[in-house]
């Protein structure tokens, strides 16, 4: 019985304030999908940090025959000085965050220098000589590139230790601009919804007032005054959270794994698997942010 | 069942007090009526039983309730314990007859069994048996009053409160309601009116307490409207006759 009533309350009201109802539908709607924006972009950020990070190097450059710094003489390194470097890469302190060595000779420098460049301007004056040798190092996982690098940077023969890492910071910082853009957005929408729907809930209950004056003097409890507005404002959020959740999904899978990733074969893009991960945390908040809303809204006439 | 001890009411923005060291007891089963000018304090005493209100100074017992130390989210649940009656009625127009008396059963959480056996009942005792599925205003102003009255018994509180219940109606249906509320307060309720029709109070020959001002001026057990002629002095005769 009291199910039915409370449903029956609910029912009206929401249909009392279509419009209002269908602006917070709307609001809910498009605050939250910035919100799962904002969500998916950090993970995609995660994701190609995890994937380059795991590819970068540590690129440790020998002296070549022109360089002139600190551990360099205008001297090309030499064979005792690259093997002082691996014999540092070996012992015992710092072999456990070295995952694998490999050395790149002037010859091979060149291969990849033209792989690269090959067309430019810069590969007509390049030729092997003018090329470094360099051992390229693994790290065990990323953050040991640090280790290596001042373990033998100050070593004789050394030109300069290159984390690959450093090359990838402003491609992730430019995203992580564009996600944090996304959130402040978000954040602006979801503080509009909220007062959208305590405005909403008081329209309703502004025009219930005499039920609602009848109801206080019966005695009916609070919770059961209060409740049908909450649930009408959980109702109207949780529309919109659900196509806010709805349309995340479709663009994970539509545009992102549809069209972008055939295109960026070599990037992994977030998959429909996140967008399920991101789809409850978007019904969830709606439906947190709308249900405390109402309840705020709604105490003014529970006071006796 | 209501006692006021000492009880004092003033509103911040009124140097008078509303009420004005009103003390006052009522019986079970007593049928008492409150008369006064309008802004006498009848209605605030009344607002004060339902605790809509609270005294700025004394105490108010009901049903053995001293109202102060009530907590807010205990007062819907005293508050089934009384029946309250309204000049204007209040009754929900979109509502029928049924449904306005059944509400007020529904947001308590009765069952629907028990629903269906006591508002069919309470309509039998307003004589409003066949009129149970009319809307509010498909009913005369009596009527209207009469499902009001049926709201307010149909949890069969102890107390009725009735502020003004035939301020809205001519004498003949007042009567009516008269009546009504004089068999309810038969039963064993406990009737508080307020009311400022003097033919209404001498009829019933009931105890009468007159409020002027906040203060209680009179409490006489079978009173009138007026205080008796004998009583009254000289220059407040000639006042009176002026």
Known sequence: ?304 | MIRFDEVSKTYSRKARPALDGVSLEILKGEFVFLVGASGSGKSTLIRMVLREESPTSGEVHVLGQRLKALPSRRVPFFRRNLGVVFQDFRLLNNKTVYENVAFTLQVIGKSRGFISEAVPDVLKIVGLAGKASRLPHELSGGEQQRVAIARAVVNRPPILLADEPTGNLDPSTSAGIMALLARINEGGTTVVMATHEASIVDELQKRVVELDAGRIMRDEAHGSYRRHLEELRVDELEEETA
């Open chain 1, 1 to 304: 019985m009291r199910l039915q009533l409370i449903a029956n309350e609910v029912w009206n009201g929401l249909r009392r304030n279509l419009s209002v109802v269908v602006s917070v539908v709307l609001v809910t709607f498009i605050s939250l999908s910035f919100v799962g924006a904002a969500i998916l972009l950090q993970m995609q950020i995660n994701q190609m940090k995890g994937f380059w990070y795991d590819r970068a190097q540590v690129g440790i450059y020998f002296c070549g025959p022109v360089d002139s710094t600190a551990t360099c003489t205008q001297t090309a390194a030499t064979e005792e000085q690259v093997q002082a470097v691996r014999d540092v890469l070996d012992s015992g302190a710092i072999e456990p965050y070295v995952a694998a060595v490999e050395f790149e000779d002037r010859q091979l420098a060149y291969e990849h220098f033209m792989e690269q460049f090959s067309g430019t301007a810069s590969a007509e004056f390049a030729s092997p000589e003018t090329m470094n040798e360099a051992l390229w190092v693994r790290p065990t996982s990323p953050q040991d590139a640090d280790l290596i690098r001042e373990a033998t940077s100050a070593l004789p023969g050394v030109l300069e230790v290159r984390d690959q890492r450093a090359l990838l910071e402003p491609i992730f910082q430019v995203l992580n601009t564009a996600s944090l853009a996304a959130i402040g957005v978000a954040v602006l929408m979801l503080v509009a919804a909220v007062l959208l729907i305590s405005t909403t809930i008081r329209l309703s209950a502004f025009s219930r007032k005499r039920e609602l004056g009848i109801m206080r003097l019966v005695g009916a409890s609070n919770r059961f005054i209060q409740t049908p507005f909450i649930i009408e404002g959980v109702v109207a959020a949780l529309i919109g959270a659900v196509l806010a959740a709805g349309s995340v999904v479709a663009l994970v899978h539509f545009f992102l794994q549809g069209y972008v990733a055939p295109m960026l074969q070599t990037i992994a893009i977030v998959t429909i698997d996140d967008a399920l991960v991101v789809a409850p945390v978007l019904v969830g908040i709606g439906v947190l942010f709308a249900g405390v809303a109402a309840a705020v809204a709604i105490r003014r006439y529970l006071r006796i």
